[in-house]
């Protein structure tokens, strides 16, 4: 997807072999299994989107040192830190296409190593050597685990509403993409308005992506998303396509979704596949998605127009075309 941009054609390589050569410093560890499972887990990949998030809000105020490369790292190991979590929680067996490492390597070992990133993290934190840096990202790791009981609290919550839902999903994951604007922002040197537009970009996006990966869940597949469809149902997580069915679905499909999610078995799947693709689940969800993106790229009217601003417009606009 970014490589369709003029920008990231020429420079995202680059930009993430920087961020790439302090990640793989940092992962290692004289404890030969942190290394072994930190370096299989960020192998994977990824899309790198957090990272990306604070190369650009730096560059785009025209600031480029390597100090903005280790803050992207930093950003990186704490999403891998959750992510390594999350799979614990979730029992998942797939993530980005590969097996997950708790799979691998059993849930204790995932689960120490998470927090190895996790106080990774913070070392990198500490070498930007701004106060504030820590204070955004002390409050943004906070947050996210308040997001992710609070998600856990939701397992199998047939009452949800739309606005605890996006609640949920602000704290637990466009938190971190905020943060990663927000860090680059602050690093850079940035004006109080131009942090602030930059920190606003970061949440809409993070609110974007979450909605799309909930519509990916049943359009999408293993290739697209890394982990097995029906993942979020088979975990009774109730998300939007699936509120969308509760409070304005047919009376059987608004049943059938809370006899699932109630259950939390894959086996409900194509029922429910069924309810989300012939309503219109999916495209309100994508409206939704669509509303975020708008009012990331309002956000971007706050900063200099140059062809890093351009890209993050760009990157906006695609990010609600992941799903085919």
């Known amino acids: ?103 691998l390597f059993g849930n204790a070992a995932a689960v120490l190593v998470g927090d190895f990133l996790y106080t990774r993290a913070f070392q990198l934190m500490v070498g930007s050597g701004s106060l504030k840096i820590l204070e955004v990202m002390a409050e943004a790791t906070n947050i996210i685990a308040e997001g992710e009981v609070m998600q856990l609290m939701n397992i199998g919550n047939v009452d949800i509403s739309e606005a605890q839902y996006l609640q949920v999903i602000q704290y637990k994951t466009a938190k971190l993409f905020e943060a990663a604007a927000q860090v680059g922002a602050i690093l850079a040197g940035a004006t109080a308005e131009q942090e602030q537009a930059l920190k606003n970009f970061g ?64 086996e409900y799947f194509e029922v429910i596949h069924r309810h989300v693709t012939e309503s219109n689940a999916l495209n309100y969800c994508m409206e939704q998605a669509q509303q975020a993106v708008d009012k990331a790229v309002e956000c971007l009217k706050m900063l200099p127009e140059n062809e890093v601003t351009h890209a993050m417009r760009e990157m906006a606009k695609l990010s609600v075309k992941r799903v085919s």
């Open 203 to 266: 949440m809409y996006m993070g609110t974007a992506f979450q909605i799309i990966d909930d519509v990916l869940d049943y359009s999408g597949s293993v290739e697209q998303i890394g982990k097995n469809v029906g993942d979020d149902l088979a975990e009774g997580k109730p998300t939007l396509p699936l509120i969308y069915l509760m409070q304005q679905g047919s009376e059987q499909a608004a049943q059938d979704v809370r006899v699932a999610l109630q259950n939390a078995d894959r």
């Open 1 to 103: 997807m970014l490589h369709t941009i003029p920008y990231f054609q020429q420079n995202l390589e680059h930009d993430l072999d920087r961020v790439n050569a302090v990640i793989s410093r940092a992962v290692q560890s004289d404890v030969a299994l942190i290394s072994q499972i930190g370096t299989y887990i960020i192998s994977a990949g990824g899309k790198r989107l957090r990272p990306i998030l604070t190369i650009l809000a730096g560059k785009s105020i025209g600031y480029d040192d390597e100090k903005l490369y280790s803050l992207a790292a930093m950003v990186e190991f704490i999403h891998t830190s959750t992510l390594l979590h999350d799979d614990v929680v979730d029992e998942s067996e797939l993530r980005r296409g590969r097996k997950t490492a708790n799979n």
